[in-house]
């Protein structure tokens, strides 16, 4: 008996050890900021390991904090790919944080969502709105426009990211400083309307508020329509995206190859994979617009607002919108908080 359970343990710890070899010999591509619950990265990191073979784990730091830590390791990188966006990853390329790579699709993505030198490429992008939870209204009317929200009816009601912090919180801002009249040489018009905003008693958090919205704790969300669409469609909440009659925004988010990564050839199959096809379409599935505008199903996309309300949407100097980010953030810590 005894001989056998050696025998047996023998065995199972062979197989232990051809177990964790294989797993250790699966390609990797370590990815910073591809959280689970954001755009459904976790569908996504599951869709490349079946096609491709390549294993990337998820990782939930933000934009930020990627960037933060890149600079960290650039003696002795960790990640071959990197997700951020646009703001930061402007300030990755500058900072020599990333690698060029052009990939598979290259030339079907428009010239606006991409660096020249293929330092990064648009993946996706989003427009700001309201997220608004029809339930938490307790009867008072949908908001329609940017002046909507400065009402005393709304006071409470009305949440957005810091914009110091969060680059949502950015993009809300840029958003209602186009649409009040603004550019990106001049901020007055949306530090004037986040001051008015602050006499409506505003719910401000740094971080991503998906959860307050849909259990009526922020009614009203200046936010990205996916998240919206996640709710009213996969949720079932009962939400709305509004998109202002003055205007709004949409900006890109990006995928890059980090300079001298260790798995740089797997990461690069990676970033082919997510505009491709399959990829493109996984995106829009989570209701972000895919920036191979061909990919969007059919189906997804009367699924969105239509196009008479998205041509409310302004266009951004994405450059501008980098350069200026740290600038407008100081403004809003002096003159609004």
Same mark, same amino acid.
């Given at each position: 008996?005894?001989? /056998? ?13 051809? +177990?964790?070899? #294989? ?21 996504? @990191? ?19 904090? #990627? =960037? ?6 650039q003696k002795a990188p960790v990640a071959d790919i990197v997700y951020l966006g646009i703001t930061s990853a402007i300030e990755a390329a500058k900072k020599g944080l990333l690698a060029p790579y052009?990939?598979?699709? /290259? ?10 030198? +293929?330092? /990064? ?11 608004? !939870?029809?339930? %938490? ?10 002046? $909507? ?9 009305? *949440? ?14 840029? #958003? &209602?400083?186009?649409?009040? *009249? +603004?550019?990106?040489?001049?901020? *007055? ?9 602050? &006499? !409506?008693?505003?719910? @401000? ?10 259990? *009526? ?5 200046? $936010? ?24 709004? @925004?949409?900006?890109?988010? =990006?995928?890059?190859? @980090?300079? !001298? ?21 996984? /995106? ?13 199903? %059919? ?11 998205? &041509?409310?949407?302004?266009? =951004? ?9 740290? %600038? ?10």
């Open positions: 008996m005894k001989l /056998w359970i050696t025998r047996a343990a023998r065995t199972l710890a062979l197989f232990t050890l051809l +177990g964790a070899g #294989a797993a250790q010999a699966q390609p990797t591509a370590i990815c910073y900021n591809c959280p689970p619950e954001w755009a459904d990265w976790a569908g996504q @990191v599951k869709a490349i390991a079946q096609d491709t073979g390549i294993r990337v784990p998820l990782d939930n730091k933000n934009s930020g904090q #990627a =960037v933060a830590q890149l600079i960290a390791e052009k990939p598979a699709n /290259w030339d079907q993505v428009p010239a606006a969502m991409k660096d020249p030198n +293929g330092m /990064w490429t648009t993946i996706h992008s989003g427009t700001v709105g309201f997220f608004v !939870n029809r339930d %938490a209204l307790e009867g008072k009317p949908v908001p329609r426009s940017w002046a $909507d929200l400065l009402k005393p009816e709304y006071r409470g009601m009305v *949440g957005y990211l810091d914009p110091s912090s969060a680059f949502a919180g950015y993009a809300a801002a840029i #958003a &209602a400083n186009q649409a009040l *009249g +603004g550019s990106m040489d001049n901020f *007055g018009p949306a530090i004037g309307y986040f001051q008015k905003l602050k &006499a !409506n008693s505003p719910i @401000v958090p740094k971080q991503t508020a998906y959860a307050r919205v849909l259990s *009526g704790e922020i009614p009203i969300l200046i $936010d990205f329509d996916f998240n919206a669409y996640r709710a009213i469609y996969k949720d079932r909440a009962n939400v709305q995206f509004v998109i202002p009659k003055e205007g709004t @925004v949409s900006l890109p988010y =990006v995928i890059a190859l @980090v300079k !001298n990564g260790p798995h740089a050839d797997n990461g690069k199959k990676v970033i082919d994979y997510t505009l491709s096809d399959k990829g493109q379409a996984h /995106w829009a599935q989570a209701f972000l617009r895919p920036v191979r505008a061909s990919t969007m199903p %059919a189906e997804v996309a009367a699924k969105f607002l239509p196009a008479s309300d998205y &041509a409310r949407v302004k266009p =951004v100097d994405l450059q501008k919108l980098a350069a200026q980010q740290d %600038a407008f953030g100081q403004q809003y810590l002096k003159n609004v908080r």
